[in-house]
Nanobody, 121 residues
């Protein structure tokens, strides 16, 4: 069974940076894709970035500011967030699915518990 644990959230000022981690286990790296999503109260869970076997994909709102990467030796996926804005404030989740990256949260099978990111003005 796939397990995921997010960490690295916190409070930062606008323009600052955070690096989120998603420790994964119980899956095959070559056959699973990992996505980062975020959610605020009253809104849907939105796609942020995803990483497949040989590619990455980003939402337009974070492109150029966020970078998704992975360390296969540590079974960990990272989300480096730079130039943070107040509108980036949300609970960030990592999720795993079999097959390629998809932007729809409903298509991901396994989810972490989430980590809070708060960006102040």
């Amino acid at each position: 069974q796939v397990q995921l644990v997010e960490s690295g959230g916190g409070l930062v000022q606008a323009g600052g940076s955070l690096r989120l981690s998603c420790a994964t286990s119980g899956h095959t790296a070559s056959s699973y894709s990992v996505g980062w999503f975020r959610q605020t109260p009253g809104k849907e869970r939105d796609f942020v970035a995803g990483i497949g076997w040989n590619y990455t994909y980003y939402s337009d709102s974070v492109k150029g500011r966020f970078t998704i990467s992975r360390d296969n030796a540590k079974n960990t996926v990272y989300l480096q967030m730079n130039s943070l804005k107040p509108e980036d404030t949300a609970v960030y989740y990592c999720a795993v699915r079999r097959g390629p990256v998809h932007t729809g949260a409903v298509l991901y099978e396994f989810w972490g518990q989430g980590t809070q990111v708060t960006v102040s003005s």
